[in-house]
């Protein structure tokens, strides 16, 4: 799928300005139309004009607009906020801060699970110079997990080395033989994209598999991660408890596909 049309998150937090410059930065690349959506609870006319104004020295030559979602409690900020996304190719959000009261404590989840696309989250730390050069996709075989796959394409960049992984228990042969021809078939659709891309079947270990994924993002040096999320089941990679403690601890940028 083309990104052609880009929604990102803003408010008057300063990880705002790191999304801005990256959503920025990625709809120059694919030639798209940007949109800042400015909202946050307890908004104030004077964090609008603020981030209004960046926004338009962000933006600059760029097919761009700026939204002002106005005030509104907690609920009324989602519901709208997930209306509009639903509008646009990729929704770029930042990892909500336990002390950040202008952002919904359920924001990220409810626009992943809600507006039927896909979600890159930013974390609260870091910079992020580059997004799709060492990718990792998580994989399992939902519904989810595919779309998590598509969904992440977009963002891989040319001539890169990708991981494809998958977790599972050494005590079960035939579903070893089962995920890894489907770690094969994950990584053959990739290589029909132009991406080069290696199957990984990983142990599940002692600790939580979502931390196992994000350790083993940091030994590739991974610069984003694809996956499903929130579709419920048994699989650990997209089940709801599992993408909620994701979000968490997030550690590079992730694109959530439910």
Known sequence: ????????????????????????????????????????????????????????????????????????????????????????????????????????????????????????????????????????????DTAASSRGLTNGVPLVQPRVEALVVGFSKSDDPEALAAQKDALNLAVGHLAAHKICAYPEQLPLGDIGVMDALLNRAADHGADLLALGAFSGGHHLLTRGAGSRHLLQHLTLPAVFSH
């Open 1 to 140: 799928m083309p990104l052609s049309s880009l929604l990102v998150h803003l408010d008057s937090g300063e990880r705002s300005k790191v999304r801005l410059k990256i959503a920025a930065d990625l709809a120059r690349a694919k030639g798209a139309k940007l949109t800042g959506l400015f909202a946050q609870i307890g908004a104030h006319k004077q964090d609008a004009d603020a981030s209004r104004e960046e926004f338009l020295v962000a933006t600059a030559k760029l097919d761009a607009a700026w939204i002002d979602l106005d005030r509104g409690d907690e609920s009324e900020i989602v519901k709208r906020a997930t209306e509009l996304a639903r509008h646009f190719d990729m929704i770029v959000l930042g990892q909500r801060r336990e002390d950040n009261a202008r952002v919904p404590a359920d924001f990220a989840e409810r626009l992943i699970v809600q507006s039927g696309r896909p979600v890159l989250v930013l974390p609260d730390v870091g910079a992020f110079k580059t997004i799709g050069k060492r990718p990792i996709f998580a994989w399992t």
